[in-house]
């Protein structure tokens, strides 16, 4: 199911596994499994690709890096299908997001030999790079009656949805917001005006699609299955180069 009327859907570079995510939600539609345990299916896999990074088997770290971009379409896909959205699911899925992330680059770190503070400004990077296509995704979205479970401004908890306890909601957004605000404020206050921008367009967020955690993850694979997994970390240090781009199309070509 896609996020947004149809009119507005785009090619997003960084979704390519959303037709498997859609199916593997809908085998899972009438069984007990929520989409908070196949968010637990991607931590596991993401795990899986580190241990495969650490031990050279490169093509298979690329499968289950690949397998966890897929799951983590999958976990939305089924809370969808089964009309269960959740705050908590949101939150839970992007805090194992910005973990694993840490880890991924902490693991090519520690398999090369580059200072740490070039792991760090790939990890800002990676998450900024990231923070800026949800950043525009979630404007779309919601200026034009998409999937509203992510707001633009995550400034406060929000009101529990029926099926939630409001603590949990409330403690799951902290630690969400701990994790997340620094990166938001950045690209905020990078292109502040953004919010009262008209939708969009196509091309414009297919562009910006290629900075999503779906395409990264798929780029890392590539560079796996190469050989080349000692470039990963420079890479996303100048691909980080992008966001300006964009932000630069939105300000001056799109206002």
């Known amino acids: 199911m896609s996020k947004l009327p149809k009119q507005y859907q785009f090619v997003d570079l960084s979704d390519y596994g959303r037709s498997i995510a859609h199916k593997i939600a809908t085998i899972l539609k009438n069984t007990s499994v929520t989409p908070i345990q196949v968010t637990y299916m991607f931590i596991v896999s993401g795990l899986f690709a580190i241990i495969c990074i650490i031990y050279k088997f490169n093509i298979a770290a690329a499968f289950f890096l690949v397998l966890k971009s897929i799951l983590d379409a999958a976990d939305g896909e089924l809370s969808r299908i089964k009309n269960t959205p959740s705050f908590v699911g949101r939150y839970f899925d992007s805090i194992a997001d910005i973990i694993l992330n840490f880890l991924f680059l902490f693991t090519f770190w520690y398999t090369t030999d580059y200072p740490i503070w070039y792991m760090l400004m790939a990890f800002i990077g990676i998450q900024l790079q990231g923070t800026l296509y949800n950043y525009y995704y979630v404007i779309l979205r919601n200026s034009?009656?998409?999937?509203?479970?992510?707001?633009?401004?995550?400034?406060?908890?929000?009101?529990?949805?029926?099926?939630?306890?409001?603590?949990?909601?409330?403690?799951y957004y902290k630690i969400f917001n701990t994790l997340y605000i620094a990166f938001d404020k950045i690209?905020?206050?990078?292109?502040?005006k953004a919010i009262n921008s008209k939708p969009f367009p196509r091309w414009f967020m297919t562009l910006v699609s290629s900075l999503g955690l779906g395409f990264q993850l798929l780029i890392m694979s590539i560079l796996l299955v190469l050989h080349l997994e000692e470039y990963i970390i420079p890479f996303f240090i100048f691909y980080s180069f992008l966001i300006f781009v964009f932000i630069g199309i939105r300000r001056f070509v799109l206002r």
Not at 187 to 192: G, L, N
């Open 187 to 192: 690209i905020y206050y990078m292109d502040m």
């Open 144 to 171: 034009v009656k998409g999937d509203t479970t992510s707001r633009v401004f995550e400034d406060s908890a929000p009101k529990a949805m029926e099926g939630e306890n409001q603590r949990t909601v409330d403690i």
